[in-house]
């Protein structure tokens, strides 16, 4: 499966000037844990980093950040980790275990990016993958046994004894 099938299309982005308080309201409003961090305005955005819900907890508040002072920007991820619509799965298993991210965003073959793939979202897929896997071995059983019990013999073999000599 790729991952322009598989991604978030709907990406919340929020301005690299805003405010941290702004990017948790925004957040929460939006129920989403990482927003896409633009420069540009409105009008282009332009894509410069990502922040996550985790980022604002240790970053922001652990270091007792003012959350009405301080912008998103300083503390958003500067390197995009990407990966392109038409990668696969092991593919962005790859690039999130080499960046050590939980979230990637999905690029078109000119780099705009189109969406945002989570861990948990691959995670859902490869769990619904196995679970068809198992069906098909439980399928696989049942056919066999079912297969087997059309040529088993209604009745037990009758067995014959011979009269063979020195038999007693």
């Known amino acids: 499966m790729n991952m322009i099938n598989l991604c978030n299309r709907?990406?919340?982005?929020?301005d690299?000037?805003?405010s941290?308080?702004?990017a948790a309201s925004l957040m929460r409003s939006e129920h989403v844990?990482?927003?896409v961090v633009t420069t540009g305005g409105v009008d282009q955005p332009h894509a410069v980093?990502?922040?996550?819900?985790?980022?604002?907890?240790i970053e922001a508040m652990a270091c007792q950040l003012d959350p009405e002072e301080t912008v998103i920007g300083d503390i958003a991820s500067r390197e995009l980790v990407v990966v392109s619509a038409d990668?696969?799965?092991a593919d962005a298993l790859t690039v999130m275990a080499a960046a050590g991210v939980r979230r990637i965003l999905v690029t078109e073959s000119d780099r705009r990016v189109v969406g945002m793939v989570s861990f948990d979202d691959l995670v859902a897929v490869l769990a619904d993958e196995m679970s068809n896997m198992v069906k098909c071995l439980?399928?696989?059983?049942e056919r066999e046994v079912r297969?087997?019990?059309?040529?088993?013999?209604?009745q037990p073999p009758l067995l014959i004894a011979l009269n063979t000599p020195g038999m007693a």
């Open 20 to 22: 941290l308080q702004q």
């Open 16 to 18: 690299a000037g805003a």
């Open 10 to 14: 709907s990406i919340v982005s929020i």
């Open 87 to 89: 990668s696969g799965i």
């Open 49 to 57: 980093g990502l922040v996550t819900d985790r980022d604002l907890t």
């Open 138 to 141: 439980q399928k696989g059983t």
């Open 147 to 154: 297969e087997r019990n059309t040529f088993l013999p209604l």
């Open 33 to 35: 844990g990482a927003l």
